[in-house]
């Protein structure tokens, strides 16, 4: 896989989309140990069981941990690493042009407006 140039969570959050440069798109599972497909009687009564224990014992330190960790793959992680580098360069670039000229002279636009590329009535 290349690049990766866009990355979404389904709308019922089960899944991650991630599409690339070379035009792929790959699904993933958000969460990778949860079976795709029907489940015996057995395997959702244990699956309940779990559910209600982390609820029990959740306010504990070490459970709490547990549960707070999210396992996504390394190259979605990098993406998102890389596009939160870019946007704060941009917004420290932006913030330094501003301090360093004339006041009123770099004008202050707001991040949602700073996106729309045109606007048609």
């Not at 389904?10 to 993933?28: A, H, P, Q, T, Y």
């Amino acid at each position: 896989m290349q690049r990766l140039s866009t990355v979404a969570w389904s709308l019922d959050n089960k899944f991650i989309v991630s599409g690339s440069d070379e035009m792929c798109i790959r699904l993933w599972k958000a969460r990778a140990s949860e079976k795709l497909g029907i489940m015996r009687d057995r395997e959702r009564v244990a699956l309940q069981y779990n559910e209600k224990l982390k609820e029990k014992y959740g306010q504990h330190p070490q459970v709490a941990r547990i549960a707070r960790h999210r396992q996504e793959p390394k190259h979605v992680k990098s993406a998102k690493a890389e596009l939160k580098l870019i946007k704060e360069s941009s917004k420290r670039k932006e913030a330094n042009r501003r301090k360093h000229s004339k006041p009123g002279a770099v004008p202050y636009i707001p991040e949602r407006e700073n996106h729309t590329v045109d606007e048609m009535e």
